[in-house]
């Protein structure tokens, strides 16, 4: 099956998450303002973390179906713990493929 190519951007005062469960594409990219843009082709299972103030741009030509949650974060809400010998936090960009536990089920 042929799916339409699409574009998604994010470019908002709130971090946000995408939890990816599964999805692959053909063609595109995906690009975290702060860090190296990715040609991934399957991103079962993979995490993506956009801290506010940061652009998040994805194209692609799916080759199957993204299923995905996306999260957003208030960083005035969070509870960020600092202190005395601790750092002052910071929210930087990231993108993992090492999400232990995340997406798993006894039929996976």
């Not at 960083?75 to 910071?90: D, F, H, I, K, Q």
Request: hydrophobic share 30%; glycine share 10%; aromatic share 12%.
């Amino acid at each position: 099956m042929i799916h339409p190519p699409h574009t998604f951007l994010i470019e908002r005062p709130i971090s946000a998450a995408e939890a990816a469960r599964g999805g692959a594409r053909s063609d595109g990219f995906t690009c975290v303002e702060g860090l190296p843009q990715s040609a991934l082709r399957n991103y079962r299972r993979k995490l993506v973390f956009m801290p506010s103030g940061h652009k998040y741009y994805d194209w692609q030509q799916p080759s199957s179906l993204t299923r995905a949650a996306y999260f957003y974060f208030d960083p005035a809400v969070l509870l960020l713990e600092s202190g005395p010998g601790r750092a002052e936090p910071s929210l930087a960009p990231g993108c993992s493929s090492k999400t232990r536990g995340y997406g798993t089920s006894r039929s996976d």
